[in-house]
Nanobody, 128 residues
Framework: VQLQASGGGLVQAGGSLRLSCAASGRAFSRNAMGWFRQAPGKERDFVAALRWNGSATRYADSAKGRFTISRERAENTVYLQMNGLKPEDTGVYYC??????????????????????WGQGTLVTVSS
């Protein structure tokens, strides 16, 4: 099973991008998926996550009001719509899935240790 992130690129400040994360390989169950960002020279940070059953979403403060996480269950894909991009949004965006264990509580959705399957990342560069 693999997660494939795509949709990154170069965009001017104020622009938009839509990231996708598709699962390939054998069918697998997951109960949460998330997006994390690693800016150059920094640690990886939480951006947004959702429970796969649609019961909850969570956003980093920096993403609230600008980013929207969603999923298409039939396509096994999670999306991150990013609007109003800022230079500080620059980084490699990773998608992740929780495929084992119980459904995480809302507060745990931002914890990267909750996730056991990671994609390869897609680079987003926002120019000023």
């Amino acid at each position: 099973v693999q997660l494939q992130a795509s949709g990154g690129g170069l965009v001017q400040a104020g622009g938009s991008l839509r990231l996708s994360c598709a699962a390939s390989g054998r069918a697998f169950s997951r109960n949460a998926m998330g997006w994390f960002r690693q800016a150059p020279g920094k640690e990886r940070d939480f951006v947004a996550a959702l429970r796969w059953n649609g019961s909850a979403t969570r956003y980093a403060d920096s993403a609230k009001g600008r980013f929207t996480i969603s999923r298409e269950r039939a396509e096994n894909t999670v999306y991150l719509q990013m609007n109003g991009l800022k230079p500080e949004d620059t980084g490699v965006y990773y998608c992740a899935a929780r495929t084992v264990g119980a459904m995480p509580i809302w507060s745990m959705l931002a914890d990267e240790t909750v996730y056991d399957l990671w994609g390869q990342g897609t680079l987003v560069t926002v120019s000023s």
